[in-house]
Nanobody
Framework: QVQLVESGGGLVQPGDSLRLSCVAS????????MGWFRQVPGKEREFVAV????????YYADSVRGRFTISRDSPKNTVYLQMNNLKPEDTAVYYC????????????????????WGQGTQVTVSS
């Protein structure tokens, strides 16, 4: 069993930056594919960014590419999401997801492929 705990959300103004953290515990984390997803009320959870086990392969939603960066520190069992130039449309609850099985590239953005989830952290971008 893996437990994921997100932190780092908050209320910021457009153009500001935030860094989200997701700490994993319970099992060997280093080989897990980890992702950040977000959800607003009434909508499905959507893909933001994913990083594979060794940190080399990363994937981003078009809406965040160039502004967000996903990274991982395996010795610390932590995945980060650096969010720059935040926009009001980035407002959502951000969730960290993890999968211990390999996910084909075409499916890395599907929340159904991840079997571990954190409780989420709220990010609000407003002037």
């Amino acid at each position: 069993q893996v437990q994921l705990v997100e932190s780092g959300g908050g209320l910021v103004q457009p153009g500001d930056s935030l860094r989200l953290s997701c700490v994993a515990s319970g099992r060997t984390f280093s080989h897990y594919t980890m992702g950040w997803f977000r959800q607003v009320p009434g909508k499905e959870r959507e893909f933001v960014a994913v990083i594979r086990c060794c940190g080399v392969d990363t994937y981003y939603a078009d809406s965040v590419r160039g502004r967000f960066t996903i990274s991982r520190d395996s010795p610390k069992n932590t995945v980060y999401l650096q969010m720059n130039n935040l926009k009001p449309e980035d407002t959502a609850v951000y969730y960290c997801g993890g999968s211990g099985t390999r996910i084909i590239t075409s499916a890395v953005g599907s929340p159904r492929m991840y079997n571990y989830w954190g409780q989420g952290t709220q990010v609000t971008v407003s002037s």
